[in-house]
């Protein structure tokens, strides 16, 4: 208990350590599954043959169900890149994660972008332009972890 009555102090409050021990787990979150999109109706199976089916052009919030960490802010989202056709969907497993740094010329980290692959299809996250720098933090499991250094 006598825990819970310092992390909740005005003293710290006042030196701005509350925000760093309420916020000292960056972002951790994972791409989405077939599973997961097929499940949340983000591939469209009805209008097309048996065993295919088209990405819906819809963006997935990471908040909501890809978020592995006690935060993840709530305007971050992955956006889908894919033609309207129907695609094999035995094919359509996550194959890679690709990150992409932006920096600013001088050594710093501007944003970060994260890229889900899927083979015919891909679903993209950019962080914002807040030097966001974003890593795979586990390759067996595609899970992304995003750090702020601003």
């Known amino acids: 208990m006598r825990l819970i009555k310092i992390a909740f102090s005005p003293c710290l409050c006042l030196f701005g350590l509350l925000p760093a021990i309420l916020f000292a787990s960056w972002p951790v979150f994972v791409p989405p599954s ?9 591939i469209d199976t009805e ?5 295919s089916g088209k990405i819906v052009m819809k963006n997935i919030p990471i908040r ?7 935060y993840c802010p709530d305007n971050w989202v ?7 056709n129907c695609h094999d969907l035995s094919a359509a497993e996550l194959k890679q994660v690709s990150i992409t740094h932006f920096t ?10 994260v890229t889900a692959s899927y083979g015919e299809f891909s679903y993209t996250f ?3 332009r807040e030097h966001w720098y974003c890593m795979e933090q586990n390759p067996s499991l595609h899970s992304v972890s995003c750090a702020n250094d601003a």
């Open 104 to 113: 600013d010329g001088h050594g710093g980290t501007l944003f970060s972008q």
């Open 78 to 84: 992955f956006v889908p890149a894919a033609d309207a």
């Open 64 to 70: 909501d169900e890809l978020c592995k960490s006690s």
């Open 47 to 51: 209008n097309c043959p048996a065993g």
């Open 126 to 128: 950019t962080s914002p």
């Open 34 to 42: 077939k599973s997961f999109l097929l499940q949340n109706q983000y």
